[in-house]
T-cell receptor
């Protein structure tokens, strides 16, 4: 069990470009969550998957954001036509339903849009 | 009204003292409560979970829950400079099978050597 992995750790992109982040959850964890955290704030829920099904999306998740979890394994979060307001830390977490404990977060992907 | 409220701090305590961090939440039916520690530039790390009224101790950490007052606290005994970090309170939503966490903005703790 190597924990939750996120890639890349840092991403700098120009406004208007598309970016994609990857999250590899703890093996056998059936739920995967994406959060976004800006400076001085707590993490905010974006979306979550149970196995391969995306069950909920926050109103924060505009049409420029899309997430997938093919085959219920790793997940990707894509942001199209990035804006400066997208600059944030993007966090992924996974849990096993019935495990009775809080999330384990990955190390996050810090996005800077210039 | 924010769903989970924390004083942003910083809370400054001397080394060896007890640090007391507080959190209030708005949804009376919230079931699960967590404290995360976050060092600057790092991701949150789970340090305590509590599900029923009362105290729960783990090493130097004690979590306290009072559902009637909608209040959660974290006590850190014998505070060390390495405890200096932002502490995030998180709760699960009411009747929410998604098990998504709602976070406060965090309290920054500074432990002075």
């Amino acid at each position: 069990d190597t924990g939750v992995s996120q890639d890349p750790r840092h991403k700098i992109t120009k406004r208007g470009q598309n970016v994609t982040f990857r999250c590899d959850p703890i093996s056998e964890h059936n739920r995967l969550y994406w959060y976004r955290q800006t400076l001085g704030q707590g993490p905010e829920f974006l979306t979550y998957f149970q196995n391969e099904a995306q069950l909920e999306k926050s109103r924060l998740l505009s049409d420029r954001f899309s997430a997938e979890r093919p085959k219920g394994s790793f997940s990707t979060l894509e942001i199209q036509r990035t804006e400066q307001g997208d600059s944030a830390m993007y966090l992924c977490a996974s849990i096993k339903l019935g495990g009775g404990s809080g999330y384990t977060f990955g190390s996050g992907t810090r996005l800077t849009v210039v | 009204q924010k769903e989970v409220e924390q004083n942003s701090g910083p809370l400054s305590v001397p080394e060896g003292a007890i640090a007391s961090l507080n959190c209030t939440y708005s949804d009376r039916g919230s079931q699960s409560f967590f404290w995360y520690r976050q060092y600057s530039g790092k991701s949150p790390e789970l340090i305590m979970s509590i599900y029923s009224n009362g105290d729960k101790e783990d090493g130097r950490f004690t979590a306290q829950l009072n559902k009637a007052s909608q209040y959660v606290s974290l006590l850190i005994r014998d505070s060390q400079p390495s405890d200096s970090a932002t502490y995030l309170c998180a709760v699960t939503g009411v009747g929410d099978s998604s098990y998504k966490l709602i976070f406060g903005s965090g309290t920054r703790l500074l432990v002075r050597p």
